[in-house]
């Protein structure tokens, strides 16, 4: 490997042996790629014409009009997702491979996968628990109508940590042509590191919108973390200025009991999926079972990124339970005309908290995606 | 001398026949019994899991038996009393741990238990040769000997420093994937004579043996000895005979034919 892969303590790669090469196969890809103008510009082109980039900048109408909403909603696929697959799929081509797998919990990402699948022209297969596979029937669809196979996933919990379990086992026999095509800023190193950087593209758009909208920078920025890479994402042009940074963990039926997926907040330091980080797990280091409302934020690990910011206090991490981000889903949709996912709601009810008590602060919230894909599940909560 | 060094010894030419089980499947009660059936059969070195809930390296069988344990409540320290009461019913034969860094990572003091419990070496599954120089240097403070694995597509470089690390045995794997899942009897002598040449310890077959001439096709690389896993598991699921399979893998290691 090149970089250490570290964020402080956090980080690395443990993985089996096995896998090693590949993992320096795509670090050195990475790094080769950033420094190429080509690849810089192909992607930039695919951002701009094919997904929609920039995306805009709104401020808040009828909410408080210190709230400014960065909208990754209206990115082609409907989430962030979709910056770092373009990132990723164009490496894969960069090394040559044939096949792309990724793990999928409420399916987003698996459609961002299908898409550049798609697109690219790979052959792509996409790890789902088969407990996901039968709540996103829809999402389900939408993979295979963009040409993607699914797998549904029968070991552990089937729900995501065992999607990407399945990916590595894939990716362990696979690897010659297969690119792995991991859907957050988590996972062993190079993946944190590329993947914030796909992302990157979020927080210096936000930047420069705040500066031209509003003449500033923001007080605070604001973004719902599950492995973290929308929060990264549009996090790292601010860690080095004087900005708060504040990531939403999804408190699920309250931080008191074991149902929720806030890994930062009640986590120890463990090794999962590749890296070490904050993980959810029992006294013996078994991995427990978690719950959000959001699929996306349900997940026992955290991008080593977030385990380095707490820790050093450059970031505050918060919950907001499966009400608080309903009730935030509901006011968006009412008052602005907006339904964005339940993960967003996540950010934007913390930042509806802190609007109240900062009337005269500036707050930048990422709204990660769109809610088209929760809008069954919100008729069934909010009935 | 170590137990694992002793064990080379004694065998001298012939190869070494080790056992995995994992500790705990699917009963602890069930799971010591197992670990006597397959020393009675012959095993010369005793491999044990102690179970982790996301096994990343392993396939469907050995999955399958770490959510048998956990199933049954086992907890790690179940797995070391396991180990502890082996020591204490046998003396000399080597006992390895195979686990995942987190349940490591979990216990302070993890290999200071374990080197108590009476366990010779530990393999942490996801701790590749780049990662391992702290663990490694715990194990060794510990006493018990440290294991990695060297595959098909490691690079010479990174031998050389599994070679350094490795002392027990080095873990052998021929072929890309996940434990279980290989068609078997296929084994890279260009590995062990790449192991050779960077100076390690004694190289030992761990994925694809299954059947006794997997055993022949492994020793006749030039390898000191194999680990036969998934399919002694597969027979603890299905309730049958461990220790007669065991007898009959190990008598291949006795045929001189192929143990050099």
Redesign the interface.
């Known amino acids: 490997m090149r970089l250490s892969g570290r964020f402080g303590r956090f980080g690395g790669a443990y993985v089996p042996e096995i896998l090693v090469p590949a993992l320096e196969q795509l670090e050195a890809a990475f790094l080769d790629a950033q420094d190429d103008p080509a690849f810089a510009s192909e992607l930039d082109g695919l951002l701009a014409n094919y997904a929609g980039r920039p995306t805009p900048l709104t401020q808040c109408r009828n909410l408080p009009s210190n709230i400014f909403l960065k909208r990754e909603d209206l990115l082609h696929g409907g989430a962030h997702k979709t910056n770092q697959v373009l990132g990723q799929g164009l490496l894969a081509k960069r090394m040559g491979k044939t096949r792309l797998i990724a793990e999928t919990g409420a399916g987003q990402h698996g459609v961002a996968t299908a898409i550049v699948g798609a697109l690219l022209d790979f052959e792509t297969v996409i790890y789902m628990g088969a407990e996901d596979v039968e709540r996103q029937k829809l999402n389900v669809f939408r993979m295979e109508l963009m040409g993607a196979r699914l797998v549904p996933v029968e070991s552990g919990g089937r729900t995501l940590k065992d999607a990407i379990n399945e990916a590595l086992r894939d990716w362990s026999a696979s690897f010659e042509e297969t690119h792995y095509l991991l859907g957050t800023a988590a996972g062993p190193h190079p993946f944190p590191t590329m993947v914030r950087e796909f992302q990157r593209i979020i927080g210096k758009e936000a930047r420069s919108q705040m500066i031209d909208q509003v003449g500033r920078l923001p007080d605070a920025v604001v973004a719902c973390v599950g492995g973290g890479s929308n929060a990264i994402g549009l996090f790292a042009d601010f860690i080095g200025e004087d900005v708060r940074l504040i990531g939403v963990e999804a408190a699920g039926k309250g931080l008191d009991g074991e149902e929720h997926g806030a890994t930062l907040l009640r986590g120890t330091r463990g090794i999962l999926h590749g890296a070490e980080t904050y993980v959810l797990q029992d006294g013996d280091g078994q991995i427990a079972d978690t719950w959000s409302v959001s699929a996306g934020l349900d997940y026992p690990a955290v991008g080593p990124e977030h385990a380095h910011l707490k820790d050093t206090g450059r970031a505050d991490y918060v919950g907001v339970t499966d009400a608080q981000a309903l009730d935030a889903f509901k006011a968006l949709a009412e008052s602005e005309g907006i339904l964005c996912a339940f993960e967003s709601a996540h950010a934007l009810a913390h930042a509806l908290k802190l609007a109240e008590r900062e009337p005269d602060s500036a707050i930048l919230v990422g709204l990660s995606g769109r809610g088209d894909k929760d809008v069954a599940q919100a008729q069934a909560l909010l009935a | 001398m170590s137990r694992y060094a002793a064990m080379f010894e004694r065998l001298n030419s012939e190869g070494a026949f080790g056992a995995f089980l994992m500790l705990g499947d699917p009963d602890l009660e069930t799971s010591a019994r197992l670990l006597d059936a397959v020393i009675e059969g012959g095993a010369d070195m005793v491999e044990v899991g102690i179970p982790?809930?996301?096994?990343?390296?392993d396939?469907?069988v050995i999955?399958a038996a770490a959510?048998r344990a956990?199933k049954a409540g086992v907890?790690?320290g179940d797995c070391l009393d396991l180990i502890e009461s082996l020591r204490a019913r046998n003396s000399s034969v080597p006992i390895g741990i195979l686990t995942?860094?987190?349940?490591?990572?979990?216990?302070p003091g993890f290999m200071s238990d374990a080197a108590e419990a009476g366990a010779d070496s530990l393999l942490i599954?996801?701790?590749?040769?780049?990662?391992a120089e702290p663990f490694a240097r715990e194990m060794q403070q510990a006493g018990i000997e440290p294991v990695?694995?060297?595959?098909a597509?490691?690079?010479d470089e990174?031998l050389r420093s599994?070679a350094s690390l490795s002392k027990a045995y080095t873990y052998c794997?021929s072929r890309?994937?996940?434990t279980g899942?290989h068609a078997g009897g296929q084994f890279d002598a260009q590995l062990i004579d790449r192991l050779k040449d960077a100076g390690a310890a004694s190289p030992v077959f761990g994925f694809g043996i299954s059947k006794p001439e997997h055993v022949g096709a492994a020793l006749a690389t030039g390898a000191k000895g194999v680990i036969c896993g998934s399919a002694i598991v597969d027979l603890v699921s299905r309730r049958e005979d461990v220790r007669g399979f065991v007898q009959s893998l190990k008598a291949v290691t006795r045929n001189d034919s192929v143990a050099e």
């Open positions: 982790f809930s996301d096994p990343v390296a396939g469907p999955q959510q956990l907890r790690v995942y860094a987190n349940i490591v990572a979990a216990r599954a996801d701790v590749p040769a780049f990662e990695l694995i060297a595959a597509n490691t690079p990174t599994i794997v890309v994937g996940i899942t």
